[in-house]
Structure formats: structure tokens, C-alpha cells
């Protein structure tokens, strides 16, 4: 291996596009290896914590995990705070939006309809719009979590808006976050940044 890969399925979210974003913002060179759903179950044991993102590194052991990844690109690249304290911030909001993933997963899996829609129904009315008070009181009149600069934790808020405002989560409106001004435009500006523009503009079908 002579430059850096990182695997993940073949499709332009979640935790692996987070990734993708912030290695093409950091300007690594990167093979974007992009996994058939066919060969997963091959593959997901040979992974360190049987799933993906892998971020794979000339000479190092696989790196798992998509937070300890993006901490890993922007500690090297200069998106993540070097003060201790600041970067801990952000670390804790990277964690909070994999709280939320990890609460919206199980109703994906649903296949009864009705349970479905009661259960997004409900994420709807309580945890999501919680969820986005909590942040919006972590943030401030500022374009990024960190105030001017775009960090790695901006990428994953961004990740995450996306997915609602998408409008793809049925039966979650996609104005969910819409009582969250200061979310709303660290998600506008990341959208609007050159080097976000440039990766989706390159990586379109
Ligand atoms: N906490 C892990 C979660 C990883 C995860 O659940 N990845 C999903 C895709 S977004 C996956 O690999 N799913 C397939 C599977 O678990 O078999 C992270 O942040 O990377």
C-alpha cells in the first residue's frame, strides 16, 4: 500500500463520507475504496470492530471507528483544536451525533410500516428536536463549532443535518432542526466550503 484508503460502502454518507470529506479537505491523497455490499460479510470479520470506516495507513495496523478517524486526520491536517480542552469540546459533539445514530438506527431496521411510523413519529416529536437544543446551546453566532475555521466536528454536524434535511428519514420532518439556528448555519457554511463543494462536486453521479 503506498497511499492512504479508506474503505467503506459504496454510497456518499454517513460515517464514511464524513471521512472521505475531511481527508479531500486535508488534501491527502487517498484511494476511496468502496465496498459491494456482496462482499461484506467477507470482509466485515477481518475488520477491527466488524464494521466501517477503515481507515487504512501505510504501515500502521487498520484504524476503526469514525471519530478516532477524523480525530486522527484533523490532529495531522489542522482540523481539530491543538488546545486540549477545546478539542475535547468538539469530541464530545462527535460523540453526541453518534448517540443520535446510534438511537435511529434500530427504527431503520423496522420492517412493519405502522411500527415504523410510530417509532420515527416518535424520535421526531421527542429525542430529535432535544438533540438539536442540546447542541444548538453548545454553539454560537460563529460560521463553525470552533468560530471561523472549519474543524473535523463540523464535518460530522454537517453529516448529520444533511441526512435529516434530506427529507429521506420518513416520517421525520425534514424541518426537524429548525428550531436551531446556530446548527442551520454550521450546516450552510460547511455545505458552502470550497473544499465540501469540490468533493461532492467531484464524487456526483
Ligand atoms: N461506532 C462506529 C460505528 C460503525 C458502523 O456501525 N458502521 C456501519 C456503517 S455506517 C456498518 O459498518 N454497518 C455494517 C455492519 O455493522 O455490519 C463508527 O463510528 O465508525
Known amino acids: ?33 468502496r465496498v459491494p455490499t456482496a462482499e461484506w460479510p467477507l470482509l466485515k470479520p477481518q475488520t477491527p470492530f466488524g464494521s466501517l470506516p477503515v481507515l487504512e495507513l501505510p504501515g500502521k495496523s487498520p484504524l476503526a471507528q469514525s471519530n478516532a478517524i477524523l480525530v486522527y486526520i484533523g490532529r495531522q491536517h489542522g482540523l481539530h483544536p491543538r488546545n486540549d480542552f477545546e478539542a475535547a469540546q468538539h469530541e464530545a459533539l462527535m460523540d453526541y451525533v453518534e448517540d443520535l445514530r446510534h438511537t435511529v438506527g434500530p427504527s431503520l431496521r423496522i420492517s412493519d410500516e405502522t411500527q415504523k411510523r410510530a417509532a420515527r413519529e416518535e424520535l421526531a416529536r421527542v429525542y430529535l428536536p432535544t438533540w438539536g437544543t442540546n ?36 416520517h421525520v420532518p425534514p424541518t426537524v432542526f429548525d428550531h436551531c439556528p446556530r446548527l442551520k448555519r454550521v450546516f450552510r457554511e460547511v455545505g458552502e466550503h470550497s473544499g465540501v463543494k469540490a468533493w461532492l462536486e467531484r464524487t456526483a453521479r
Open 1 to 33: 500500500m503506498s497511499k492512504p484508503r479508506l474503505i467503506y460502502f459504496d454510497f456518499a454518507g454517513s460515517r464514511g463520507e464524513e471521512c472521505r470529506i475531511a481527508l479531500h479537505i486535508a488534501g491527502v491523497d487517498f484511494d476511496d475504496v
Open 135 to 170: 447542541v444548538e446551546n453548545q454553539l454560537t453566532d460563529q460560521s463553525f463549532v470552533g468560530g471561523d475555521t472549519l474543524h473535523v466536528v463540523d464535518i460530522k454536524l454537517y453529516m448529520i443535518v444533511r441526512w435529516f434535511a434530506s427529507g429521506t428519514v420518513d
